[in-house]
Every structure is written in structure tokens, then in C-alpha cells.
């Protein structure tokens, strides 16, 4: 990369540690540092959400399916803006007005301390590790692509975040989140722009050409629930994970919880409700004009750059072969497509066959990448799938100097922005829920600041670890993933229970178990089930144990105390 | 305190029935016509452009 490059992403970094250790001052108390002294506006508020969502992962994935498989995944939102609207009229105001600082602080004071207990601690055990997960799907794209060590990719993602996330507290990552969101944005819609003008065909042209790939297939209304996603687990299981997801998560909770007052706080979500889908819509719009973008230049036959130079050496002779198969077939396909996008109309004789010629060149060119991406496994013994480095070669082959600095400093500050939110809320847990419930009660504000900075250290430092080992057990991610969906529906449930005044704690409590076994179960042996329904599962299975389980409890509760009474 | 004194999160201090009432039906209604116009050009983005 240019050096220029390098000053925009070293400045950019050197910027928001800056201001994030700026925003640290007038904090010397637990509101301060965990609640901002609910001080906070509502836009910032918002877009520190929106933020905290969207992940290095979101930048170079993401993009990375827009690019592969289309805009289908828009689907997975679907959910969230039903979610944001249920939940500002009914647990932000009450969470809000409760003056609480963790969303578990509550389930204490309806339940009981071992149903705040667990649900603390199942936030710990998947935050915790999915926070090192999402250090390391940068970093394993940032060591293939600039050849640096694994350790290093960590420690620059990782060590700029603790420090100010340490220091500063939620104000400080809500300010940060603020301009990190600004230059994400920015970023993608210069993307757009540059790739519209770098396209030798027009912007309808282009469209035509992702129409007849299928990449503009955003709905799918089959009503299955193997297809990971499809409209109906986009409506329904994305609004009860979006529910559990902001409801329930101390991550997104303790956004809204520094907001000035209830109004500000509901604002702050709204702002996800009406922003989520477009933004997620121009994010896979940039992955489908690389897309298009690569239809007339040629693309690299594997993106991950080490696994290529490892086939070259190993299989030279078969690598040549794949490369000038490779070359016929996006010839090929760029002459049907250049037909495609000058026909006088989409839909006259000569675009409809143009089209049909596109799609079986196409068919050509994935059937010669397929066999690069098994060769690949065969060579490195490791997962070939490299969607993940569409983006970034992309961005460092063919972006003009300096806007290429803009992006990758983009992607570095959207895993920042979701590591930070979620090493505050590890911290705030941690003290809030285990070391001043348990362990000392009462202490003075500056021993309480003092262990949140060292909770937010530890929790940095864990998540660097854990970013190192995950990095180099692929499968790692996915299974942390999985693990988190465990959870997900069944905490919801928890809350969902909250709201039925005869449901006591221990009904609450086994419920809870029972949600994270059936949803457990259903993974193991129902693996093909889609994950976003694995929420509704847990939620609804929570629920129903809950209210079956409350006239028992209720039951043996009375003929305790009537047998006392007798005794 | 026991349980039974607590009341449950949404009769709780959020409450104020109406007027929640009143906003949530206004916002649902401008959060949802802003998603049909965001899916409606999905919609024509999908089916104009059909392979």
C-alpha cells in the first residue's frame, strides 16, 4: 500500500485515541464511566448503536456476499425495525426509569439473584469470546493481505481500543463510535461513486448484468426453514433476535442507557429502525458492483493472496491450467454482458439472450473458481472460502491513492467501534453484576473506577487472546457463533416472563435452562434448521415452560408452608 | 421486599398508558412507511432486473 495510505490509517488511529482519552476527563464515578452521567444526545446515542453493529465483519463480509451471493441477506433485518419499535414503548422507558446499570440488575429485583446471576454470566461467557472473534476476522484478513504476523493484526486492532475503552468509558466509546460512523459511511458511499465511474457500462448497465447474475434477489418468500435467509425468518426470527439482541444484550443496552432521558433513549433506537435497512442495503450494493466491476477486470483467481502464491508453488503446472481456463471463461462472460448492458431495452429479444449467455459464461467462470478454491484446501489444508478478501484486494488494487487509506482505516474503525461497545459492557457486567454483588457492596468511587479500568484491561486482553487462538482454528468463529445463538431467545424469554406478574424465580430460572437445552438440541440434531429460528425456539420454549411451570411451583410453595404450618 | 411486591417491568414506571399508546401507534406507523418505501425499491430492484 502507498505510503500516503498508510499516514491516513496511522493519523486516523493516532485521532480517535485522542479523542477518546479527551472524552476521559470530569469521569471519576461508576455513572460516569459505565453511564456517561446519562449526558449523552439521542443522534449520538443512535449512531453508537448503529456502530456497534456494524463490525469490521459487516465491512469485509458483508461486502464480500453482496459480492458473491447477491443482496439476499438484506433479509436479516427485516425484523429489527418491528423490534426497535416494541421495545421503545416498552423495556427502554422502563430500564431507562429503573436507574439500573445492566438489563440483568433488573431480573434480580423481579426474580431473583440467581436468574440475574446466570444471564450475567451467559452474557460474559458469548461476549466474551465472540469479542475475540471479532478481533480476529480482521486480523486474519489483514495478515493474508499485508503479510504481517497474526500477533501484530491483533495488537493493532486491539491495543488502540483497550486504551481508549480503558480510559474513557462509555462516553468516550459513544464519541468515538460517533466519527468512526461518519467515516464507515462516507467511505462506502465513496466506494459507490468510485466504482460507478470506474464501470465501462452504464449504472442501468450495471444493474441489468446483477439482475441476470440473480445478485439483486433480495426476497425470498419460500417459508423453509433450512434456507438461512428467507423473508419469513428475516419477520419473524430476525425481530425475536433483534428484541433479544437490544433488549436484552448489556452491548446494545447500555447504549441507550446514556441517553439524557427516556424520550432521547427511545430516539437513539429509532434511529436503527429507520436507517438499518438502507445502510445494510448499501453495504451489499458495494459488494454487487465489485461485482460488476469484476465482470470486465479481471479478478484474481483466488483472493486470498497466500493461498494463491501456495497453490502456484505447489501445483504450478495445474494453476496454469485453471488460470487460462480462467481467462476463456471471463472473456466469455465480459463480451455477453457488454452485450447485455448496450441492448436498447432489458426485456426485448436480444438482452433476454444476452442474458441467458451472461448466465451460462457465468456458471463457467464460478465452475473454474470452485476448482481453484479446492485446490487451495488441498494445498493449505485449511477452509479456502475467501469472500472475506473480495473487499480488500479490491480496495488495495484498483482504489485511487488515498481513498484507499479511507477504507481500510474504515474497516479498522468498524472493528474498533464493536469491540470497544462490547469490552464497556463486558467491564460494566463484570463489576455490576459479580464484583459489587458479591463480592464488596460498598466501596468508594474511585475503588469502583479502578476496578472497571482493570475489568475493561482484563477483558481487552482476553479478547486479544482469544482473537489469536481463533484466528488460527477457523472453524472457531463459526462455533462461537453457534454458541451465542444458544442464548439469544433464551434470555428473551427470561424478560418475556418479566412482564407475567405470577411467574416467580425459579420457575424463571428453569425455564431458562430448559430454553438453552431444547434450543441446544435442535442444533445438534437438526443442524440443517436455520440459526435465526434457533431465537424464536429458545423465546417461545422459555415462555411456555415458565407458565407451565408457575401453578407447580406455586403449588409445592403452599403445601411447604401448609405443612410447616401443621408441623 | 418479596416477588410478589414487585411489579412486572411493563406496568412498572414506564407506564403511562395512553400516551405511550398514542406514540407507538405514530411511530409504527412512520417506521413501517419508511421500510414499505425501502423494500418497495428492493421489490423493483428484484423484479425489474430478473434474470
Same mark, same amino acid.
Not at chain 1, 419473524?236 to 433479544?244: E, K, P, R, Y
Given at each position: 500500500?502507498?505510503?500516503?495510505?498508510?499516514?491516513?490509517?496511522?493519523?486516523?488511529?493516532?485521532?480517535?485515541?485522542?479523542?477518546?482519552?479527551?472524552?476521559?476527563?470530569?469521569?471519576?464515578?461508576?455513572?460516569?464511566?459505565?453511564?456517561?452521567?446519562?449526558?449523552?444526545?439521542?443522534?449520538?446515542?443512535?449512531?453508537?448503536?448503529?456502530?456497534? %453493529?456494524?463490525?469490521?465483519?459487516?465491512?469485509?463480509?458483508?461486502?464480500?456476499?453482496?459480492?458473491?451471493?447477491?443482496?439476499?441477506?438484506?433479509?436479516?433485518?427485516?425484523?429489527?425495525?418491528?423490534?426497535?419499535?416494541?421495545?421503545?414503548?416498552?423495556?427502554?422507558?422502563?430500564?431507562?426509569?429503573?436507574?439500573?446499570?445492566?438489563?440483568?440488575?433488573?431480573?434480580?429485583?423481579?426474580?431473583?439473584?440467581?436468574?440475574?446471576?446466570?444471564?450475567?454470566?451467559?452474557?460474559?461467557?458469548?461476549? +466474551?469470546?465472540?469479542?475475540?472473534?471479532?478481533?480476529?476476522?480482521?486480523?486474519?484478513?489483514?495478515?493474508?493481505?499485508?503479510?504481517?504476523?497474526?500477533?501484530?493484526?491483533?495488537?493493532?486492532?486491539?491495543?488502540?481500543?483497550?486504551?481508549?475503552?480503558?480510559?474513557?468509558?462509555?462516553?468516550?466509546?459513544?464519541?468515538?463510535?460517533?466519527?468512526?460512523?461518519?467515516?464507515?459511511?462516507?467511505?462506502?458511499?465513496?466506494?459507490?461513486?468510485?466504482?460507478?465511474?470506474?464501470?465501462?457500462?452504464? *449504472?442501468?448497465?450495471?444493474?441489468?448484468?446483477?439482475?441476470?447474475?440473480?445478485?439483486?434477489?433480495?426476497?425470498?418468500?419460500?417459508?423453509?426453514?433450512?434456507?438461512?435467509?428467507?423473508?419469513?425468518?428475516?419477520?419473524?426470527?430476525?425481530?425475536?433476535?433483534?428484541?433479544?439482541? /437490544?433488549?436484552?444484550?448489556?452491548? %446494545?443496552?447500555?447504549?441507550?442507557?446514556?441517553?439524557?432521558?427516556? #424520550?432521547?433513549?427511545?430516539?437513539?433506537?429509532?434511529?436503527?429502525?429507520?436507517?438499518?435497512?438502507?445502510?445494510?442495503?448499501?453495504?451489499?450494493?458495494?459488494?454487487?458492483?465489485?461485482?460488476?466491476?469484476?465482470?470486465?477486470?479481471?479478478?484474481?483467481?483466488?483472493?486470498?493472496?497466500?493461498?494463491? %502464491?501456495?497453490?502456484?508453488?505447489?501445483?504450478?503446472?495445474?494453476?496454469?491450467?485453471?488460470?487460462?481456463?480462467?481467462?476463456?471463461?471471463?472473456?466469455?462472460?465480459?463480451?455477453?454482458?457488454?452485450?447485455?448492458?448496450?441492448?436498447?431495452?432489458?426485456?426485448?429479444?436480444?438482452?433476454?439472450?444476452?442474458?441467458?449467455?451472461?448466465?451460462?459464461?457465468?456458471?463457467?467462470?464460478?465452475?473454474?473458481?470452485?476448482?481453484?478454491?479446492?485446490?487451495?484446501?488441498?494445498?493449505?489444508?485449511?477452509?479456502?472460502? #475467501?469472500?472475506?478478501?473480495?473487499? *480488500?484486494? /479490491?480496495?488495495?488494487?484498483?482504489?485511487?491513492?488515498?481513498?484507499?487509506?479511507?477504507?481500510?482505516?474504515?474497516?479498522?474503525?468498524?472493528?474498533?467501534?464493536?469491540?470497544?461497545?462490547?469490552?464497556?459492557?463486558?467491564?460494566?457486567?463484570?463489576?455490576?453484576?459479580?464484583?459489587?454483588?458479591?463480592?464488596?457492596?460498598?466501596?468508594? #468511587?474511585?475503588?469502583?473506577?479502578?476496578?472497571?479500568?482493570?475489568?475493561?484491561?482484563?477483558?481487552?486482553?482476553?479478547?486479544?487472546?482469544?482473537?489469536?487462538?481463533?484466528?488460527?482454528?477457523?472453524?472457531?468463529?463459526?462455533?462461537?457463533?453457534?454458541?451465542?445463538?444458544?442464548?439469544?431467545?433464551?434470555?428473551?424469554?427470561?424478560?418475556?416472563?418479566?412482564?407475567?406478574?405470577?411467574?416467580?424465580?425459579?420457575?424463571?430460572?428453569?425455564?431458562?435452562?430448559?430454553?438453552?437445552?431444547?434450543?441446544?438440541?435442535?442444533?445438534?440434531?437438526?443442524?440443517?434448521?436455520?440459526?435465526?429460528?434457533?431465537?424464536?425456539? +429458545?423465546?417461545?420454549?422459555?415462555?411456555?415452560?415458565?407458565?407451565?411451570?408457575?401453578?407447580?411451583?406455586?403449588?409445592?410453595?403452599?403445601?411447604?408452608?401448609?405443612?410447616?404450618?401443621?408441623? | 421486599?418479596?416477588?410478589?411486591?414487585?411489579?412486572?417491568?411493563?406496568?412498572?414506571?414506564?407506564?403511562?398508558?395512553?400516551?405511550?399508546?398514542?406514540?407507538?401507534?405514530?411511530?409504527?406507523?412512520?417506521?413501517?412507511?419508511?421500510?414499505?418505501?425501502?423494500?418497495?425499491?428492493?421489490?423493483?430492484?428484484?423484479?425489474?432486473?430478473?434474470?
Amino acid at each position: 500500500m502507498h505510503p500516503i495510505n498508510w499516514v491516513i490509517v496511522v493519523g486516523w488511529i493516532g485521532y480517535v485515541v485522542w479523542d477518546g482519552l479527551r472524552r476521559s476527563r470530569g469521569t471519576t464515578d461508576l455513572a460516569g464511566y459505565f453511564q456517561g452521567n446519562r449526558s449523552l444526545p439521542w443522534w449520538a446515542v443512535g449512531l453508537s448503536v448503529m456502530a456497534t %453493529q456494524l463490525s469490521a465483519v459487516t465491512m469485509i463480509g458483508t461486502t464480500g456476499q453482496g459480492a458473491t451471493a447477491g443482496i439476499g441477506f438484506v433479509q436479516f433485518y427485516f425484523g429489527l425495525p418491528i423490534a426497535m419499535v416494541i421495545l421503545g414503548v416498552t423495556l427502554v422507558p422502563f430500564l431507562h426509569r429503573a436507574k439500573v446499570y445492566t438489563a440483568y440488575e433488573y431480573l434480580e429485583t423481579r426474580f431473583d439473584a440467581k436468574t440475574r446471576s446466570l444471564t450475567a454470566f451467559l452474557f460474559l461467557l458469548s461476549r +466474551g469470546m465472540s469479542c475475540g472473534t471479532i478481533i480476529a476476522a480482521p486480523a486474519v484478513v489483514f495478515s493474508a493481505v499485508f503479510g504481517w504476523n497474526i500477533w501484530e493484526s491483533v495488537a493493532i486492532i486491539g491495543i488502540p481500543t483497550v486504551i481508549y475503552t480503558m480510559i474513557g468509558g462509555v462516553k468516550a466509546v459513544t464519541w468515538v463510535d460517533v466519527k468512526q460512523m461518519v467515516l464507515i459511511v462516507g467511505a462506502l458511499l465513496a466506494l459507490v461513486i468510485t466504482l460507478l465511474i470506474k464501470l465501462p457500462v452504464s *449504472p442501468l448497465g450495471a444493474l441489468r448484468i446483477a439482475g441476470a447474475a440473480g445478485s439483486l434477489q433480495a426476497f425470498d418468500f419460500s417459508f423453509s426453514l433450512t434456507n438461512q435467509y428467507t423473508f419469513w425468518s428475516g419477520i419473524i426470527g430476525g425481530t425475536f433476535l433483534m428484541l433479544s439482541y /437490544f433488549g436484552t444484550d448489556q452491548s %446494545q443496552v447500555q447504549r441507550y442507557l446514556a441517553a439524557k432521558s427516556v #424520550d432521547e433513549a427511545r430516539r437513539s433506537l429509532l434511529m436503527s429502525a429507520y436507517w438499518k435497512i438502507p445502510l445494510q442495503a448499501l453495504v451489499l450494493l458495494v459488494g454487487v458492483l465489485v461485482f460488476v466491476f469484476y465482470v470486465f477486470e479481471r479478478p484474481p483467481l483466488l483472493y486470498n493472496p497466500v493461498h494463491d %502464491q501456495r497453490v502456484r508453488a505447489a501445483l504450478p503446472a495445474a494453476h496454469g491450467q485453471l488460470s487460462a481456463q480462467y481467462d476463456e471463461a471471463l472473456k466469455g462472460r465480459a463480451n455477453a454482458a457488454l452485450s447485455l448492458a448496450n441492448a436498447e431495452s432489458g426485456h426485448d429479444e436480444n438482452a433476454k439472450a444476452a442474458a441467458a449467455e451472461f448466465r451460462l459464461q457465468d456458471v463457467g467462470v464460478r465452475a473454474v473458481r470452485a476448482e481453484a478454491l479446492n485446490s487451495a484446501t488441498r494445498v493449505t489444508q485449511q477452509n479456502s472460502r #475467501d469472500v472475506n478478501y473480495i473487499i *480488500p484486494r /479490491f480496495v488495495l488494487d484498483h482504489l485511487p491513492m488515498g481513498l484507499a487509506g479511507i477504507f481500510i482505516a474504515a474497516i479498522l474503525a468498524a472493528a474498533m467501534n464493536a469491540i470497544a461497545a462490547e469490552l464497556n459492557s463486558l467491564a460494566t457486567t463484570s463489576v455490576i453484576d459479580f464484583y459489587k454483588r458479591w463480592w464488596k457492596r460498598e466501596g468508594s #468511587d474511585s475503588h469502583y473506577l479502578k476496578v472497571s479500568r482493570a475489568a475493561t484491561a482484563f477483558w481487552g486482553i482476553f479478547a486479544c487472546i482469544v482473537a489469536t487462538f481463533a484466528a488460527n482454528l477457523g472453524s472457531l468463529i463459526e462455533v462461537v457463533n453457534r454458541f451465542g445463538s444458544f442464548f439469544y431467545g433464551s434470555i428473551l424469554g427470561v424478560f418475556l416472563l418479566a412482564m407475567i406478574p405470577r411467574v416467580r424465580g425459579t420457575a424463571a430460572f428453569v425455564s431458562l435452562i430448559a430454553g438453552m437445552t431444547v434450543v441446544g438440541l435442535v442444533n445438534f440434531r437438526l443442524p440443517g434448521v436455520a440459526f435465526l429460528w434457533h431465537n424464536v425456539i +429458545g423465546a417461545v420454549t422459555v415462555v411456555g415452560v415458565g407458565l407451565l411451570l408457575t401453578p407447580l411451583f406455586a403449588a409445592i410453595s403452599r403445601s411447604m408452608s401448609g405443612g410447616r404450618a401443621t408441623a | 421486599m418479596s416477588p410478589k411486591d414487585i411489579d412486572p417491568a411493563f406496568s412498572g414506571p414506564a407506564t403511562n398508558a395512553e400516551s405511550d399508546a398514542q406514540r407507538f401507534r405514530r411511530t409504527l406507523i412512520r417506521v413501517l412507511a419508511m421500510q414499505v418505501v425501502a423494500l418497495g425499491l428492493l421489490y423493483w430492484l428484484q423484479t425489474a432486473f430478473k434474470p
